[in-house]
């Protein structure tokens, strides 16, 4: 037998119903917000993601699922969603006519990791982006639709936490220091972030170790380096939070996986998930499509992962309320029962059955056992009178209707 591959899953039963409501939910409080679905390729030229997450960066270093296509382009799997956002907005040369654009998004992701509880090599996420827009009531405002999304969704015991990376000269030289300060204690250091301390010792700052987490304790903090500007960025953006009031933490170690932030960062997490602890996350990249296409629009955006939602949410918002109507028919009348569920289906009535019908008593326990609203018996006695019997389950009261009697009623 062929499995599912290694920190990949089918989905079905309830499983798909709270991918299904998670996406609704999204839809919902996305638009009121002004945001419209947008939806992008999942392979995309290798390149893209190179230059927009960063070449130094573990998910485009070593989690990428890349390869040659039959026409030798090196093409990825989409490690996330914003970069092929940015590519689909420039490439529809938005920026010349109609800058201002918030999209969303929802779709699988692909990361090769070591597969744990929360992290996954498929994985989906939900993802809003805005374009067009630098103001701190913007960053505050997106960090409060987060948060509607995830109350919407009955998800509780969550911390926002937020941290400004400044912009890419200052935390250029916020790097050279913070490179300096780990050169005297590199022996002290993981060997992770002995690793990060050549490539990307930005990362190190949120090491898990708790030796690592000794030693960067006088680390140079970030926000000395930010210049003023960055600096009232940051506090009016916490500003508008209070005035929405949105509880939050600030976490100057708060640095993300992905190069291509700056200013505004933020992380949504649970108490409950365990080491793989954040829900949602994201942050302002007003340099990325400088980068990508020499355009100087600024942007912000947020990606929710739907299997640690999928983990957190309110179960009971999506118990399976199976109504409708279970049809009850013997062989001698399954044509009348055919005729039935005709007039049924075409007034989008759901009606459950069993193909090859069983006793009365067989088919009452399969009604029962769906927990079917109402039961329409459909017998001899029925079919020569040309009515229905409908039975309510709730009740147990039964009587004999016209089949547009039964549609009203079940309606
Ligand atoms: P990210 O932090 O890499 O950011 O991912 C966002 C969320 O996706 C994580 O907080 C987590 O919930 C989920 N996630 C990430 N990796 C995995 C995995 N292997 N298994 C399960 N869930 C996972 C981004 O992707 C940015 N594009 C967010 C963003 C949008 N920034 C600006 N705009």
Redesign the pocket.
């Known amino acids: 037998m062929i499995s599912v591959l290694k920190g990949m899953k089918d989905r079905h039963s309830d499983d798909v119903r709270k991918y299904d409501f998670i996406v609704d939910t999204a839809k919902k409080v996305f638009s009121k917000y002004g945001f419209e679905r947008i939806i992008t390729p999942i392979l995309e030229e290798t390149e893209l993601f190179r230059r927009s997450v960063g070449d130094e960066t573990d998910?485009v270093s070593k989690e990428m699922y890349e390869f040659k296509d039959k026409g030798n382009r090196s093409v990825s799997m989409r490690p996330?969603?914003?970069a092929g956002v940015v590519r689909a907005y420039l490439e529809a040369g938005l920026h010349k006519s109609d800058p201002i654009v918030k999209w969303f998004y929802n779709g699988p992701?692909y990361?090769y990791?070591a597969p744990q509880k929360?992290?996954?090599?498929e994985?989906h996420?939900v993802?809003a982006?805005i374009f067009g827009i630098r103001s701190p009531y913007l960053d505050a405002e997106i960090i409060r639709m987060g948060c509607e999304f995830l109350e919407k969704l009955g998800i509780t015991g969550l911390t926002v936490e937020i941290n400004s990376l400044g912009n890419i000269e200052s935390r250029k030289k916020y790097i050279e220091d913070l490179k300096a300060f780990m050169a005297e204690r590199l022996d002290k250091l993981s060997e992770d972030s002995k690793k990060r301390y050549e490539k990307n010792p930005l990362r190190a700052l949120d090491s898990k170790d708790k030796g690592d987490q000794e030693q960067f304790k006088d680390a140079p903090k970030l926000y000395d380096y930010l210049d003023e500007e960055s600096k009232k960025y940051f506090e009016d953006t916490k500003k508008y939070l209070e005035l929405l009031n949105i509880k939050y933490v600030e976490n100057s170690k708060l640095v993300?996986?992905?190069d291509y932030y700056s200013d505004t960062v933020f992380?949504i997490k649970s108490d409950k998930l365990g080491a793989?602890a954040?829900?949602?996350?994201?942050?302002r990249?007003d340099r990325l499509l400088e980068i990508l296409d020499n355009v100087k629009i600024p942007a912000?955006?947020?990606?929710?992962?739907m299997?640690?939602i999928a983990m957190l949410m309110d179960e009971k918002l999506v118990e399976n309320k199976e109504n409708g109507v279970y049809v009850v028919y013997f062989d001698d009348t399954k044509e009348y029962f055919i005729k039935t569920l005709e007039e049924l289906r075409k007034n989008d009535i759901k009606a459950s059955f069993d193909y090859n019908p069983k006793s009365f008593g067989a088919q009452m326990k399969k009604a029962n056992k769906i927990n079917a609203e109402y039961v329409l018996i459909l017998g001899e006695d029925e079919q020569k009178e040309n009515v229905v019997t409908l039975k309510k389950f709730s009740t147990g009261e039964q009587e004999k209707y016209s089949l547009d009697e039964v549609i009203e009623i079940v309606k």
Do not use: K, N, P
């Open positions: 998910v996330e969603g914003t992701m990361r990791e929360g992290r996954y090599r994985f996420q993802g982006e993300r996986g992905l992380e793989q954040t829900v949602l996350a994201g942050g990249y912000i955006g947020f990606a929710a992962g299997e640690r």
